[in-house]
């Protein structure tokens, strides 16, 4: 039986990562990025396959595009990708036939992070802000679902905050970093809001499924979203509890400085119903245990804590 192949752009990247290691059985990876993965990856060795490049590099594109079953585009960010993609895609000789964009929740107003009355479909109406604020993912979008042949099956997963255990350059480094300095850990705005945050094996299950045809509707959007959100206060005490902090102190309407607990966005109220009703059944790991866990990890690269802590 032939193998079924995924060309993955951003493959060795936090979310490329978790791709990897949720991709079913039978699925071979054709990755583009422009660090090349580690030994330990599984798509640095056969019969996955590698590209070092960016993603603008039409030739290097097209040759990991070519002979594809779909395509997962983990990287993209404005109308320029979106042109060297369609480049790229219309020159191959066997072109893949499904397209998966990934992006963040950046795509709206940040108006329109507190209340969409419309529901899903006012991301597809919404005029562009002034500021065009987001609006490179809706170019990259709109370039693809206009230069794409109108076989090509098109969707886009807007992604909110990610939590990757195995990340050690994420943001919350810096948190602890500043905690061990100073005592304190900030939170903007109050510690109860609750910012959107999915476990990234969660997005990396909803991808796999959208890659295997799950959303049939051409240039569909879908946003990721759990039914339960800790708030603020309690993923950042979680996050210096894993990492032996619990003396730290936590405070609130810190809207600048060092160690400053980013994405508060009020109350996230991310529409993820159309897709939970598209894919019923997602991993939704404990956030809580995760973000211990990530604590835990990134305590281990920090040094020695004990006696590192000034109150203030």
């Not at 071979?28 to 993965?37: D, E, N, T, Y």
């Not at 640095?44 to 030739?59: I, Q």
């Not at 070519?66 to 219309?90: I, K, N, P």
């Not at 604020?133 to 909110?160: F, H, M, N, T």
């Amino acid at each position: 039986m032939t193998a079924v192949a995924w060309a993955v752009l951003g493959a060795t990247g936090r979310l490329g990562r978790a791709l990897q290691a949720a991709l079913p059985a039978g699925v071979v990876v054709h990755g583009l990025a422009r660090q090349p993965p580690p030994l330990s990856a599984p798509v640095s060795a056969a019969p996955h396959s590698f590209v070092a490049g960016h993603r603008r590099d039409v030739g290097r594109l097209r040759a990991v595009l070519d002979g594809c079953d779909a395509v997962l585009d983990l990287c993209g960010m404005d109308g320029d990708d979106a042109a060297a993609l369609v480049e790229a895609w219309t020159g191959c000789e066997r072109p893949p036939r499904r397209l998966v964009l990934a992006s963040s929740l950046a795509e709206r107003r940040p108006a329109r992070w507190s209340e969409h009355p419309s529901g899903h479909a006012a991301l597809e109406h919404e005029p562009p802000p002034e500021d065009d604020y987001g609006q490179g993912k809706r170019a990259l979008r709109a370039g693809c679902v206009a230069g794409l042949p109108v076989d090509v099956q098109i969707c886009s997963l807007l992604l909110p905050q990610l939590l990757a255990v195995d990340d050690d350059d994420s943001r919350q480094r810096a948190y602890l970093e500043a905690a061990l300095t100073e005592g304190v850990l900030r939170l903007p705005g109050g510690g109860t809001q609750r910012p959107c945050v999915v476990a990234v094996e969660t997005a990396a299950a909803a991808l796999v499924a959208l890659a295997l045809g799950a959303a049939p509707d051409r240039g569909g959007v879908f946003q990721i979203a759990p039914l339960q959100q800790p708030p603020q206060r309690s993923l950042a005490r979680a996050l210096l509890d894993g990492a032996g902090l619990e003396a730290v102190d936590i405070v609130e309407g810190a809207w600048a400085g060092p160690g400053r607990m980013p994405h508060a966005g009020g109350e996230e109220r991310v529409d993820g119903a159309p897709l939970r009703g598209l894919l019923p059944v997602l991993p939704w790991p404990d956030l809580l245990a995760l973000q211990g866990a990530h604590g835990r990890r990134l305590a281990a690269t920090l040094g020695p804590i004990d006696g590192a802590i000034r109150h203030r």
